[in-house]
């Protein structure tokens, strides 16, 4: 894969020379993801997505400067996290970066990028705390965050009739986040938590907190947690004959998930925000540009917030020149800036209002829109109903 | 001493410090791994002939140890402020000093005293969170560094009464096993953070805020370089501690209980105090090295200390051969340096690093240069 | 694979229902899950620790690559499986039968390799350097895994080959692929008893375990009994391997280590070389995992804790084992 990237970029660097233009200059921009572990899809989803909009911007005559992407692994652990950031950062020769999937890591590499000035804009982390917790100009983000996630969530699973919970999620701020914003939304609206359990987000067994949820009787098992551990719950809730209905957040909306189930995953619900990219306004260019490209990854849930991200960067140092302190001010003033994910404008913090949240299910081995679903029509139905 | 003798000291440490410096500026500013290559095979090809011709010993006799020391600390000096404004290589060169901290800490418990140690990792965590919790709390920031050695050695001390009761692979397993213990307990436990760890401010002397970039001198420095100029200052400081350990009568007495404990104890030595003693000097320094790695990296995560790292320390002990410790400082900066400047081979340093000691402990058990036997009377050799 | 005779056990689920909620024993539906749980988990510790006591009988080594051994069994079983389904074979009893047999027998070569390549050539070294080597020997195999197997750095899907059948009382789920696990674990630890008491393979391992020189005198091919030991044991590894991904579904590149690691408390725990201490063992610490389990419900990460713990303290009460070798070293 990575000396596919490689040749084509040659390629296009070959032909840009061969073309009568001025000589530009190069601009490094970083890409930070998960590309190994458990996660690797979704970040090699978005690794994919921003090459693409490098290619499109280094083919388009009309753009300033020749662009790089330097891709890092954050292999979905802070502390690499914070290596390969502070190494990005470090680095004078990159100006901006596109940062980071898995919340764990954007939150502990916020204090990093600000310490060593990269602008920087978020592109799949739904942790609020990454752009609330502190104004740095530094850190902004093109995907919504996970507290309207949950309170569509709480609000489509109550008016299917689902009463009572049992919430398993891992122990990191992302688990521990959607624990409280879904249960803030469900019980407002009648529901009942009836147990909590917080697991290590590497736990393998989960006879424990199963079977004592088994004895709680719930209907619906929420989890708040990342693909792999959503794949182990779900497969030993089977194995302890479990018959409750599975509901999830943006965190295990991948294929991934559903190739690690197989006909266990059918029926799985699951909320996360912005639109698949087939309904986004930009998401018929995206998914051409992205099929002629021949990548061996599919975008997943945020290659289109990755390519968004990117594109944003590299139309603002177009702008403002490749210097990171121009860059950080003409951040600041983005408002209603076009892009194929719609409108993105940063609020004082630098996040950006999204205000589609989308419901999904799997339905034979795919995730399909709720709305489009035949769950919805009621040709099937979700567990216990 | 004699003037002769003065200024062959002088010039025998300045042709050290010149060469050694020239080499890590080489290797540190290389820009394409080709560069980085051919540093490296002139880097190891001068030290091999420097060890062949007897030049390098000879060297090093004239200046006496305790100046090539301050010459290497000279040289460090000088890469500090050739590399000033450069955030990654004075990471790099800190990390690098900072990890033979730990390993100085190692080499005392395993190659002067045969305690071995499967946690090292562990104990430099104890140092980095430490430091995360008690640099918040307004405690000036040197005494906090001593605090992380002494945690270390505390936390340490646990595990006194099993090892010592415990031989070979079962004293192995325990420290294994407290590895193990020790990272799934900060993972789960939520008051020290659990998985996403905790967040540090910098490293404060006096008001001076370490993280800061600074103008000294007419010349604008990160604020990493600071950290690299401690991380150096407490590299000289535990290589001149185990040096002097090692001399001294505690040094004997670590030899004894490594080589043979049954004659040790019939001579009267006491196994258990000596261990002990071994067992907390090389704690405090792995808890000191964490301290201040937490600092500067400004993060720890339990995910920092797995048994993975534990090994690599360990790894960098085979290496270098065990009992040496220029070997080691080599070890230590080849580890370190090599995956960040070789690209390619970063997803492979754990296969690679593993392949190394296993052909070194099958081919060359005694390491790459062996390790010299203590003279009874005159000076130590080595 | 359907359910067994549907009728009759809904009749008896209704029964035994009926039987616990008399009242007798709220929470033993609970606590015979957690039995079922632990036993499970105490047999495939007692494979890959009868494979440490084995290699430390017949050679007074500990050879650290064991853990890894096993996930690169459940690898080899997985392309194995891989490749039958991509060759067309349908059917779980050959897929399950190729699957075993080919990382059983893969493993057994590649303990056999690990033996002839690390352990043998340091022999007379200090035993800490056999330790390193075996450690960074697994190391490097737990790397090529990760490295080298397409996507291997994350978790993989293990095939469910056993059938799924299953009967369940209240909190209690009783599975066929979990009991028929069980029986071949107990079928194959019996064996390897056999194996050692009534065979002449048996008889020269134990005779170079208790007396190597004097085995050697007697004829006993010593290189060869030693590379069939390792054979054994990291086919016995390999099994557990298969076992570990047919009961989670699921196998990392990383699992080794910990189960390593757990293998070898639980033969230390028994006493190292003690064939009934390793069983022993491997039970004890998954009995402590569950304890821990059910002790501190908030939180079952903490079992791993709590059993490693209690396993330092058990090695400082009794520095060789519950049933341990004396090492009379007073001075």
Redesign the interface.
């Known amino acids: 894969m990575h000396w596919t990237l490689a040749v084509r970029r040659i390629a296009l660097l070959v032909l840009l020379v061969a073309l009568p233009a001025a000589a530009k200059d190069t601009v490094k921009l970083a890409f930070i993801g998960p590309l190994?572990?458990?996660n690797?899809a979704i970040g090699l989803g978005g690794r994919n997505s921003a090459d693409l909009a490098v290619t499109l911007k280094n083919a388009d005559p009309k753009s300033r400067y020749q662009y790089e992407l330097v891709v890092l692994d954050d292999e979905c652990?802070?502390?690499?996290g914070?290596q390969v950031a502070?190494?990005a950062?470090?680095?004078?020769s990159i100006v901006a970066g596109v940062t980071h999937y898995c919340s764990?890591v954007a939150?502990?590499t916020v204090?990093?990028f600000h310490?060593?000035g990269l602008p920087t804009i978020v592109w799949g982390a739904v942790l609020p705390d990454i752009t609330y917790a502190n104004k740095y100009p530094e850190i902004h983000r093109v995907n919504g965050t996970m507290i309207n996630q949950n309170e569509t969530a709480a609000k489509l699973m109550l008016k299917q009739g689902f009463r009572r919970w049992v919430i398993i999620h891992?122990?990191?701020?992302y688990g521990k986040g959607h624990d409280k914003y879904f249960t803030q939304y469900a019980t407002a609206g009648g529901g009942k938590i009836l147990g909590d359990?917080?697991?290590?987000?590497d736990?393998?067994?989960?006879?424990?907190?199963l079977?004592?949820a088994?004895?709680l009787n719930p209907e619906v098992i929420f989890f708040g947690g990342l693909t792999?551990l959503g794949?182990?719950i779900r497969?030993?809730m089977d194995?302890?004959?479990i018959n409750a209905q599975f509901q999830g957040t943006s965190g295990i909306v991948s294929d991934?998930f559903i190739?690690?189930l197989?006909p266990l995953a059918e029926g799985v619900v699951a909320f996360r925000e912005g639109a698949p990219a087939e309904k986004l306004p930009g998401g018929k260019f995206f998914l051409e540009k992205y099929a002629e490209q021949k990548y061996p990854n599919p975008p997943e849930a945020y290659g289109p917030f990755a390519y968004a991200a990117a594109k944003l960067l590299m139309d603002t140092i177009d702008k403002v020149g490749p210097d990171r302190k121009t860059v950080i001010t003409a951040l600041a003033g983005v408002k209603n800036v076009d892009s194929i994910v719609g409108p993105i404008t940063f609020d004082d913090h630098g996040q950006n209002t999204v205000a589609a949240i989308t419901a999904l299910v799997v339905q034979d081995g795919k995730w399909v829109v709720w709305e489009d679903s035949e769950y919805a029509s009621g040709k099937r139905k979700l567990k216990g109903r | 001493m004699s003037l002769r003798r003065a200024g062959a000291s002088v010039l025998s440490t300045a042709a050290i410090a010149a060469v050694t410096g020239l080499l890590l500026y080489a290797f540190l500013a290389a820009e394409s791994e080709r560069t980085v290559g051919l540093v490296l095979v002139g880097a190891v090809a001068a030290v091999a002939a420097g060890l062949r011709s007897r030049v390098l010993p000879r060297l090093v006799g004239a200046a006496g140890p305790p100046a090539v020391l301050v010459g290497l600390g000279v040289a460090g000096l000088v890469l500090v402020r050739v590399f000033h404004d450069?955030?990654?290589v004075l990471?790099l060169m800190a990390r690098a000093l900072l990890v033979l901290v730990a390993c100085l800490g190692l080499h005392v418990q395993l190659a002067d005293a045969g305690v071995p140690n499967f946690a090292g990792a562990a104990f430099f965590g104890v140092g980095g969170y430490t430091a995360a919790v008690l640099g918040r709390g307004g405690l000036p920031h040197p005494l906090v560094l001593l605090a992380s050695g002494a945690a270390a050695a505390a936390v340490g001390s646990l595990l006194l009464l099993p090892l010592l009761r415990t031989r070979g692979h079962y004293a192995a397993l325990i420290t294994i096993a407290f590895g193990l213990l020790f990272r799934?307990f900060l993972?789960?436990n939520?008051t020290l953070g659990?998985?996403?760890?905790l967040?540090l401010g910098g490293l404060q002397l006096l008001g001076w805020s370490f993280?800061d970039d600074r103008r000294l001198l007419g010349v604008e420095f990160s604020?990493?370089a600071f950290y690299c100029l401690a991380a150096v200052a407490l590299a000289l400081a535990a290589v001149w501690l185990v040096r002097r350990v090692e001399r001294s009568w505690i040094g004997v007495a670590l030899d004894a209980v490594r080589l043979d404990e049954t004659a040790a104890a019939c001579f009267g030595i006491s196994i258990g105090r000596w261990k002990i003693a071994a067992l907390t000097i090389g704690n405090a320094l792995i808890g000191v090295a964490g301290g201040l790695s937490a600092m500067m990296?400004?993060?720890?995560?339990p995910?920092?200390f797995t048994f993975q790292e534990s090994l690599v320390l360990v790894s960098i002990l085979l290496l270098g051969g065990l009992g040496n410790l220029a070997g080691l400082a080599a070890a230590a900066l080849i580890v370190i340096w090599l995956p960040e400047k070789l690209q390619p081979i970063q997803e492979y340093r754990y296969l690679l690093f593993s392949v190394l000691v296993v052909l070194v402990l099958v081919l060359r058990p005694t390491g790459l240069i062996r390790r010299s036997v203590r003279r009874p009377f005159g000076s130590v050799a080595g | 694979m359907g359910r067994l005779g549907g009728q009759r056990v809904r009749q008896r689920q209704a029964q035994a229902e009926r039987a616990l909620s008399a009242g007798a024993g709220r929470a033993v539906d609970?606590l015979a899950?957690?039995v079922m749980?632990g036993v499970m988990l105490g047999l495939m510790y007692a494979l890959v620790a009868l494979g440490f006591t084995l290699f430390f009988g017949v050679l007074d080594v500990v050879q650290f690559a064991h853990g890894d051994v096993l996930t690169a069994g459940a690898f080899a079983g997985l392309t194995a499986y891989a490749a039958l389904v991509h060759a067309g074979v349908q059917s779980a009893v050959p897929q399950l039968l190729a699957v075993v047999l080919t990382a059983t027998l893969s493993m057994a070569l590649l303990g056999a390799l690990l033996g002839r390549l690390l352990v043998l050539p340091l022999r007379g070294a200090p035993p800490l350097n056999v330790l390193l080597a075996t450690l960074m020997g697994g190391t490097a195999l737990r790397e090529c895994i990760r490295l080298f197997y397409p996507?291997g750095?994350?978790?993989q899907?293990f095939p469910a080959l056993l059938p799924t059948a299953?009967w369940?009382v209240r909190?209690f789920?009783l599975?066929l692929d979990n009991l028929l696990m069980i029986v071949a674990g107990v079928l194959l630890v019996v064996g390897l008893s056999l194996v050692l008491r009534r065979t002449r393979l048996g008889l020269a391992i134990r005779a170079v375990a208790q007396d190597e020189e004097t085995a050697r005198t007697m004829g006993i091919d010593f290189r060869r009994v030693v590379l069939l030991t390792f054979a054994i044991g990291s086919a016995l590894a390999a099994f557990a391997g298969v076992m570990n991904g047919l009961y989670?579904?699921?196998i990392?590149f990383g699992?080794g280590l910990l189960l390593g690691v757990i293998g070898f408390s639980a033969a230390v725990l028994g006493g190292l070389g003690s064939f009934e201490g390793a069983v022993l063992g491997g039970f004890l610490f998954a009995g402590l995992q569950t304890l821990g389990?059910?002790a501190l419900?908030?939180?079952?990460?903490y079992?791993d804790v709590f059993a490693f713990t209690v396993v330092i303290l058990l090695m400082t009460w009794k520095p060789t084992g519950l049933i341990g070798e004396r090492l009379g070293e007073r001075v």
């Not at chain 1, 950062?89 to 004078?92: I, P």
């Not at chain 1, 736990?203 to 907190?209: K, L």
């Open positions: 190994t572990g458990g690797s652990k802070p502390d690499t914070v502070t190494k950062g470090a680095d004078r764990v939150i502990a204090e990093t310490r060593l891992d122990t990191t701020d359990f917080g697991v290590t987000a736990q393998q067994d989960f006879t424990a907190e079977t004592q088994k004895g792999p794949v182990r497969a030993q194995k302890l004959g991934d190739k690690g197989g | 450069d955030p990654f990471l799934t993972e789960v939520e659990g998985p996403q760890g967040k993280n604020g990493y990296v400004g993060f720890i995560a995910n920092n | 609970l899950q957690y749980n996507g750095s994350q978790p899907r299953s369940s909190r789920t599975r989670y579904n699921e990392n699992s389990a059910v419900p908030f939180a079952s990460a079992k």
